[in-house]
């Protein structure tokens, strides 16, 4: 069984950074996407960032085009995602989600606060 755990959110200013992780583990095979989503209070849960298994192609939600960034350690089957000049629309929970022979895993979340 596929398990997947977010770690990295916490609470910070505006203007400021953070760094998520998402390890994955359980499957045999390799994780052909990997991306993070994110739900904000009374929101639906929306697309953040995904990054292919190359990790040379990666596709953004415009609203954080040029601020976020997701990379992967395929050896380490983790993904990460930096996110700089934090605004106070970023906040929200933050779920990993991974794929794997069709099956789709996710993980619990992470809160990320970003105060005015």
């Known amino acids: 069984q596929v398990q997947v755990v977010e770690s990295g959110g916490g609470l910070v200013q505006a203007g400021g950074s953070l760094r998520l992780s998402c390890a994955a583990s359980?499957?045999?095979?390799?994780?052909?996407?990997m991306g993070w989503y994110r739900q904000a209070p009374g929101k639906q849960r929306e697309f953040v960032a995904a990054v292919a298994r190359s990790g040379g192609s990666a596709n953004y939600a415009d609203s954080v085009k040029g601020r976020f960034t997701i990379s992967r350690d395929n050896a380490k089957n983790t993904v990460y995602l930096q996110m700089n000049s934090l605004k106070p629309e970023d906040t929200a929970v933050y779920y990993c989600?991974?794929?794997?022979?069709?099956?789709?895993?996710w993980g619990q979340g992470t809160q990320v606060t970003v105060s005015s």
């Open positions: 359980g499957s045999f095979f390799s994780f052909n996407f």
């Open positions: 989600t991974v794929e794997t022979r069709g099956i789709r895993s």
